[in-house]
């Protein structure tokens, strides 16, 4: 049994439980709206199809998101800027990789 164990992690096609796969544009869309993310420190966000997400983290904040060339997108007001990430999955978690190479997880609400 060891040797069949040893065998599926060395195999190429055989992904790790916790490698990340990069999502494209459509894939992000799919993995995002009408779900609700939990973050590693207790906070929360939703992605609602209007493209209004909600975040919580001892007091509301509502923003607006975008996906555009295969990066999700974000913009809070009273800012006017759009921040971008980079999407990963793996599971039941999403990995927003900022341009400086900054991680956030987010898991989904079950």
Same mark, same amino acid.
């Given at each position: 049994?060891? *040797?069949f164990?040893?065998?599926?992690?060395?195999w190429?096609?055989?992904p790790?439980?916790?490698?990340?796969?990069? =999502?494209?544009?459509?894939?992000i869309?799919t993995? =995002?709206? +009408?779900?609700?993310l939990v973050?590693?420190? +207790?906070?929360?966000?939703t992605?609602?199809?209007?493209? =209004?997400?909600?975040?919580?983290s001892?007091r509301? &904040?509502?923003g607006?998101?975008?996906? *555009?060339?295969?990066?999700?997108? &974000? =913009?809070w007001?009273? &800012?006017?800027?759009?921040?971008?990430?980079?999407?990963?999955? &793996?599971?039941?978690?999403? *990995?927003?990789? +900022?341009?400086s190479?900054?991680l956030?997880?987010g898991t989904?609400?079950?």
């Amino acid at each position: 049994m060891r *040797r069949f164990a040893l065998i599926l992690a060395i195999w190429p096609g055989v992904p790790a439980a916790d490698e990340f796969r990069q =999502l494209t544009g459509d894939e992000i869309l799919t993995a =995002l709206t +009408g779900q609700k993310l939990v973050y590693t420190n +207790g906070a929360w966000q939703t992605f609602d199809d209007t493209m =209004l997400t909600q975040y919580f983290s001892g007091r509301p &904040s509502a923003g607006h998101w975008a996906v *555009r060339d295969d990066q999700y997108c &974000s =913009l809070w007001p009273p &800012s006017d800027l759009w921040a971008c990430y980079t999407i990963q999955q &793996s599971g039941d978690t999403i *990995r927003f990789v +900022g341009e400086s190479g900054d991680l956030t997880d987010g898991t989904y609400e079950n």
